[in-house]
């Protein structure tokens, strides 16, 4: 929906206006577990928006491990609209997946660590509060999984960090930037980074939070 406005500017002593645009939110959507037979939507959104072939048809697997959150949102008229993937793990594993020298100390003393890993909306719905109901439902799990802290890995390109507002919004902090962190995995598995191409030179910023 679009519509003028117009107020008086009391600074300057006159009348401004200007025009607005009105862009509501799907709300007719819902969340559930992914399921091995989402795969095939699963992976056209992941090459589209992550990069082609960053995720492939191994990652069935993930889906029906019994340490993954895996969980995505539909509708009736867009289908799969995106999804989150996360997994339990143990304070080493952590550290050697991220990348990260040392954790903070909330997670050193936490039994159970969630690493939220990939988050993606369809290209088209994007910034309708698909992707702030996937991090919502996600954060809601881990808590009842009694999940005492959370990882998050965050990809940063020359626009910006992708996923910055959801981390900003659900209050995670900033704990590390690490330059060029996608560049051997796109080498040795040979997918696209929608930024570079191959190899992709993109940085990670890992965001935590304590539950």
């Given at each position: 929906?679009?519509?003028?406005?117009?107020?008086?500017?009391?600074?300057?002593?006159?009348i401004t206006s200007g025009?607005?645009?009105?862009?509501?939110?799907?709300?007719?959507?819902?969340?559930?577990?992914a399921v091995s037979k989402?795969?095939?939507?699963?992976?056209?959104?992941?090459?589209?928006?992550?990069?082609?072939?960053?995720?492939?048809?191994?990652?069935?697997?993930?889906?029906?491990?019994?340490?993954?959150?895996?969980?995505?949102?539909?509708?009736?008229?867009?289908?799969?609209?995106?999804?989150?993937?996360?997994?339990?793990?143990?304070?080493?594993?952590?550290?050697?997946?991220?990348?990260?020298?040392?954790?903070?100390?909330?997670?050193?003393?936490?039994?159970?660590?969630?690493?939220?890993?990939?988050?993606?909306?369809?290209?088209?719905?994007?910034?309708?509060?698909?992707?702030?109901?996937?991090?919502?439902?996600?954060?809601?799990?881990?808590?009842?999984?009694?999940?005492?802290?959370?990882?998050?890995?965050?990809?940063?390109?020359?626009?910006?960090?992708?996923?910055?507002?959801?981390?900003?919004?659900?209050?995670?902090?900033?704990?590390?930037?690490?330059?060029?962190?996608?560049?051997?995995?796109?080498?040795?598995?040979?997918?696209?980074?929608?930024?570079?191409?191959?190899?992709?030179?993109?940085?990670?910023?890992?965001?935590?939070?304590?539950?």
């Amino acid at each position: 929906m679009e519509g003028l406005w117009s107020g008086f500017d009391s600074v300057y002593q006159e009348i401004t206006s200007g025009r607005y645009a009105f862009e509501p939110g799907i709300n007719d959507f819902r969340l559930r577990y992914a399921v091995s037979k989402d795969l095939a939507r699963i992976l056209e959104i992941s090459d589209a928006e992550l990069g082609k072939d960053y995720l492939d048809e191994t990652f069935k697997d993930k889906i029906t491990s019994d340490n993954t959150i895996f969980r995505v949102a539909e509708s009736p008229a867009n289908g799969l609209m995106g999804f989150c993937y996360s997994y339990i793990s143990e304070t080493e594993d952590v550290i050697k997946d991220l990348g990260i020298n040392k954790l903070p100390k909330y997670s050193k003393i936490s039994s159970k660590i969630a690493v939220l890993k990939t988050i993606a909306v369809k290209s088209g719905i994007q910034d309708k509060g698909i992707g702030s109901a996937l991090m919502r439902d996600s954060l809601c799990l881990f808590e009842n999984k009694n999940i005492e802290s959370v990882y998050c890995l965050a990809w940063k390109n020359k626009q910006g960090i992708n996923i910055g507002g959801l981390m900003k919004l659900y209050d995670f902090k900033l704990y590390e930037e690490i330059a060029n962190f996608w560049t051997d995995g796109s080498k040795k598995n040979g997918y696209l980074c929608p930024e570079c191409g191959n190899p992709c030179e993109c940085a990670a910023v890992i965001y935590t939070k304590a539950l």
